[in-house]
């Protein structure tokens, strides 16, 4: 394997070999306990299924992307197959964390309903930076179900095993809903700094050249300039103010059309070019289905 490049890991059966662990059990499911795992390699690892994790004290850094944190005391996490990440411990320390590591793979979900709907839950594709944080009470909430799931591929596997873990999943998903919904809301002051500084990334995009010269902002581009993954802010902003970041953008350049519409002699055809629309139907269309007006209409209210 070539410097630089992940370590991917196709199997939970690999990973098992990796780590020093115990034979797995299940060949598509494994709940492990962090107190068991010994040995982590310190170095870009990508898994082909599913992995969440609970954890508490752990002495390391995890990178995600080009980005750095330090796990906290009750932090759960979620990372959807093919996603790339970093484990480094810190020198001289012995690894010192508690916690469970609960892993999936996909094909495990085959012929049932979430293997329709895990698209649904987008805290699989949240960064490690927006990980949930979890009161004791909610902690022990998921760590029941987890170990309902453990109990249950532990048991005598038959033809109800899969359909009665999937049901502890839904649960379990269901719940980090509920808890994130609960984060949004409650880290305030954090949530309040973002969006003030989403608005004041989209007054500086419309009121400079960049539209002009690259087009309406894209999800992606607005979520990377505020250092959060696209899901997270979507959900967020959702939770906060009713609307996703796309009706953010929206909104933002309804308001710099009716600035223009109001207060200039350009055209039609030459505002929509100034606000990075091809084609004047585009913006026209825009326009009227979020304002009930034509933009030669509101103009004409101006008059």
């Known amino acids: 394997?070539?410097?630089?490049?992940?370590?991917?890991?196709?199997?939970?059966?690999?990973?098992?070999?990796?780590?020093?662990?115990?034979?797995?059990?299940?060949?598509?499911?494994?709940?492990?306990?962090?107190?068991?795992?010994?040995?982590?390699?310190?170095?870009?690892?990508?898994?082909d299924f599913y992995s969440i994790a609970l954890k508490w004290n752990f002495s390391g850094k995890i990178k995600y992307g080009h980005q750095?944190?330090?796990?906290?005391?009750?932090?759960?996490?979620?990372?959807?197959?093919?996603?790339?990440?970093?484990?480094?411990?810190?020198?001289?320390?012995?690894?010192?964390?508690?916690?469970?590591?609960?892993?999936?793979?996909?094909d495990f979900f085959l012929h049932s309903a979430l293997a329709k709907t895990m698209?649904?839950?987008?805290?699989?594709?949240?960064?490690?930076?927006?990980a949930l944080f979890l009161s004791e009470r909610e902690a022990q909430v998921v760590t029941d179900i987890i170990g309902n799931i453990q109990k249950e591929y532990h048991a005598n596997i038959d033809n109800f095993s899969q359909t009665i873990i999937i049901a502890q999943l839904e649960l379990l998903f269901s719940y980090a809903d509920r808890f994130y919904?609960?984060?949004f809301i409650t880290r305030k002051i954090t949530n309040k700094k973002l969006l003030n500084r989403l608005e004041d990334l989209l007054a500086e995009y419309f009121d400079g050249d960049n539209v002009l010269e690259n087009g309406l902002p894209t999800v992606g581009f607005i979520?990377?300039?505020?250092?959060?993954?696209?899901?997270?802010?979507?959900?967020?902003?959702?939770?906060?103010?009713?609307?996703?970041?796309?009706?953010?953008?929206?909104?933002?350049?309804?308001?710099?059309?009716?600035?223009?519409?109001?207060?200039?002699?350009?055209?039609?055809?030459?505002?929509?070019?100034?606000?990075?629309?091809?084609?004047?139907?585009?913006?026209?269309?825009?326009?009227?289905?979020k304002t009930d007006h034509s933009p030669l209409e509101f103009r004409k209210l101006f008059n």
């Open 181 to 183: 919904n609960r984060q």
């Open 68 to 106: 750095e944190y330090d796990f906290d005391n009750g932090m759960m996490t979620f990372m959807s197959p093919g996603q790339r990440f970093r484990i480094e411990l810190n020198k001289n320390e012995d690894i010192t964390h508690s916690g469970w590591l609960l892993l999936i793979h996909p």
């Open 223 to 289: 979520a990377e300039r505020l250092n959060v993954s696209s899901g997270y802010l979507g959900t967020l902003l959702k939770v906060l103010t009713g609307l996703n970041t796309q009706q953010h953008i929206h909104g933002k350049l309804i308001e710099k059309a009716k600035e223009k519409l109001s207060t200039t002699d350009f055209s039609i055809g030459e505002i929509a070019y100034q606000l990075g629309f091809g084609h004047v139907q585009s913006f026209s269309k825009l326009f009227k289905s």
């Open 119 to 130: 698209h649904q839950y987008e805290f699989f594709d949240y960064s490690v930076n927006e």
């Open 1 to 47: 394997m070539k410097t630089g490049q992940p370590h991917r890991i196709k199997t939970i059966g690999d990973y098992h070999k990796l780590a020093a662990l115990p034979k797995l059990e299940h060949p598509m499911i494994s709940v492990i306990n962090f107190e068991l795992i010994k040995d982590i390699p310190a170095e870009n690892l990508i898994f």
